[in-house]
Every structure is written in structure tokens, then in C-alpha cells.
């Protein structure tokens, strides 16, 4: 009898992360730092849903302490595109 918890886990973001891993908000902060133009891959319509690393935290710790036994969900329940992505990181 072995308890068990199950998080799907959204994009993730936050302090420490590495500029080249190949996730988009590593890279478009990376390449605006450099004064480099930001690289959107293909139309930029693909949707993502992204939650801070410390909510993240959070979520997996209640979960957790929690009864819940079922797959969850964790990370914000909406989704930007890539392009609204990349207007809200440089407004």
C-alpha cells in the first residue's frame, strides 16, 4: 500500500533557469538581452500555459498533503499564444 500523487505539470518558469534549454521564455529574455531579434517558430499561434516556479512549488506541496488520488493538472488554466507571449515579455 504504496500512496501515490500524479501532477501534470505545465510550463514552468522562473528564477535559475538556463538561457539555453530550449524553452521560450529562457530564449525570447535571452535574445532581447543580446539585442538580438526574438525567434517565433512557425505562426507563433501555438498555445502554451505557463505558471511560476514558486505557484508550481505550491501546487505540488498541497497536492501532496492532500487525499487527491487522481492525475491532476497543475499550472494556469489559460493559455497565450507564443505571440501574445512574446508582446506581453516586451510591452
Do not use: W
Not at 500523487?5 to 530564449?27: E, H, L, Q, S
Amino acid at each position: 500500500n504504496i500512496e501515490t500523487r500524479i501532477a501534470r505539470i505545465f510550463n514552468t518558469y522562473g528564477i535559475r533557469m538556463r538561457k539555453d534549454d530550449g524553452r521560450v521564455i529562457p530564449t525570447f529574455v535571452n535574445q532581447a538581452l543580446k539585442g538580438e531579434d526574438i525567434t517565433v517558430f512557425g505562426d507563433g499561434n501555438q498555445t502554451r500555459s505557463f505558471c511560476h516556479v514558486s505557484d508550481m512549488i505550491e501546487g505540488i506541496y498541497k497536492l501532496m498533503m492532500s487525499d487527491y488520488i487522481l492525475p491532476i493538472n497543475l499550472g494556469d488554466p489559460d493559455e497565450m499564444t507564443i505571440l501574445e507571449l512574446q508582446h506581453l515579455l516586451f510591452e
